[in-house]
């Protein structure tokens, strides 16, 4: 049976202008005997577009939310109310309450989830943290706490954690990313990639042994220099990733630079699907 991965909201348009597309990420994967929602969005926006996809989420039985930034947590509440159950699972890493700001110059701005953990207990949702390597579904993985090899991999100054004591800079140690396993090797997708899209790749690959056939979603490449843009590229390909849909946080330079240079990398829009083999 085919595992599908659609693209159910993201910054851009792909070929049904009908969808809507905003700042945000979402995925859905079917494999057949498990329906898997990887971040929810910044809205309600991502359901109508699955309506239009003719994607059931009410077959939904785990949601993963890959870290506490609204893009990718802001359409939870629409999810959850959308459904006549609460028959599923809600996957996040450590830390993932946390109060994310992001600091401009005296100014703060709050980038966090419009939900907490008291929500998660009035809904009855059953909720898992993810501590490291867990399968969550048969063939699909959570992978969280990555080895951070790559000097170059910074995080912006910018983005902070308010906590009682004051403010520290946010790590996201709360990112985790979800590996599908298929016949042709790993599928391995990414919210924003903060802690590093060169740093989580390693980590996948030590975790798994096992050859990365695809890389889909934010690299968040969007920030780095072309130097660093142009290298993550170079290592996409020295590592043998045969399908990169990267899109979301990756910034125009690196889907361009994907493009241009590589035959391997699709344009991952709102509405497209990668349907592979199991």
Sequence with gaps: MPIEITTLIENTQGEHTGLITEHGLSFLIETGKSSILFDTGRSNAFLKNAKLLRKQLDSVDHVVLSHGHYDHSGGFQSFVQSRTDRAFTLHTGQGFFAEKYARFNASYQYLGNDFDQEYIKEQGITHNTITGR??????????????????????HPRFVLREQAGWVEDRFDDEVL?????????????????????????????????????????????????????????????????????????????????????????????????????
């Design 178 to 278: 979800l590996v599908v396993e298929t016949g042709k090797g790993l599928v391995m997708l990414v919210g924003c990639s903060h802690p590093g899209i060169l740093n989580m790749l390693d980590s996948v690959q030590q975790a798994f042994n096992k050859p990365v056939y695809a890389l889909l979603g934010g690299t968040h490449l969007v920030e780095a220099d072309s130097s660093r843009t142009d290298r993550s590229i170079q290592v996409f390909q020295e590592k043998g990733i045969e399908i990169l849909g990267i899109n979301h946080c990756s910034g125009a330079e690196a889907i361009n630079l994907a493009t241009e240079h590589s035959s391997i990398h699709f344009h991952n829009g709102t509405g497209s699907s990668l349907i592979l083999e199991g």
């Design 134 to 155: 867990t399968e969550i579904a048969l063939g699909v993985w959570a992978l969280t706490h990555f080895k951070r090899s790559h000097a170059e991999e910074t995080i």
